[in-house]
């Protein structure tokens, strides 16, 4: 039952006959999965909190960036440095103390993907990478939970609804992930700020429909954006029987390449400022692209861009620590991953965190061009 101040909050949900008291009661039952607290996950997780979605689960293991600003609107620069997921939840009580927050200040992997999913009633998947959709696509297959799907790419957006009621899956429209070389990296290309807002926003309107049970859901359909032209189309896709059997227990567990791949050793930022100081301090591998080095990098660091690794691998050391490292931790473990399963090295470490948490650890100082 709704109380008095819950009606007056949702007053205007309560007058559209389409959702009326017995659809606000509805929403206010609801348990809504949100993975990523970034770009799209800020849309989404605030009009699902205002619209009075009674639980909202928040994954995500990032903190927040002076670069997120442009685009992820629940934080400011008095947020820079905190977890995303943590911080996020606390806008959101302010929004609306009416609604339940479950923090989960981590990444989704194969070993806690099965608990995360189960307990919530839909997945909304504001994440930026395909080993992450590839996994939650398994995982709603598996426990038969409905997926609203999110990407964005420059200027470009879009949309759809995955495993709603006998509907495709993700894997129906891409039964294989692409290559390193093909996927598109945010993180480096760029984005514009208000897209992942309209799009958030789209998958927050898809998750709605799809808890009250009204209108017609983009199952089936994926919704396109460009925003540098404003216009929209809708391409139709269907089921696909071979694809839409493939849950966690029968995927190829090498289509979550960063989240299962070989073993990647961690090195902190604590532990890399000793180890530069010593005698022997371990050869850098900045893994990010040309214009990110330039703007900022560790002493005496080599650059080799991810996607120019097979060029360069001859350049580095087999016989001496390596530490890899990029902006956040993600890049340079995919680094890692395709130099050891393809070239053989163990010598490699990973900066945890990349720069991001080597910026704001306690006397950290980045080299500059």
Known sequence: MLTSEERQIYRRHLQLPEIGEAGQEKLKAARVLVVGAGGLGCPILQYLAAAGVGTLGIVDADKVDRSNLQRQILYGPADLGQPKAATAAQALRRLNPLINTEVFNCRLTLGNVRELVGKFDVVVDGSDNFPTRY??????????????????????????VFNYQGGPTYRCLFPQPPSAQEAPNCDATGVLG?????????????????????????????WLFDALTFQTRALKFARRPEQAAINLDTANTADYADLCGPA?????????RLALESTQPPFLLDVREPHEYVQGHLPGATLLPLGNLASGVASIPRHHPVVVYCRSGARSAKAIGQLQATYGFTNLLNLEGGLLVWETSEHAQLGQA
Do not use: W
């Open 194 to 222: 208000v897209l992942p807002g309209l799009v958030g926003m789209a998958q927050a309107t898809e998750a709605l429909k799809v808890v009250l049970g009204i209108g017609e859901v983009l199952s089936g359909r994926l």
């Open 264 to 272: 990647i050793t961690g090195i902190t930022a604590d532990e890399l």
């Open 135 to 160: 996994l939650l696509n398994d995982a709603c297959v598996s426990f038969n939970k409905p997926l609203i799907s999110g990407a964005i790419y420059k200027f470009e957006g879009q949309v759809s």
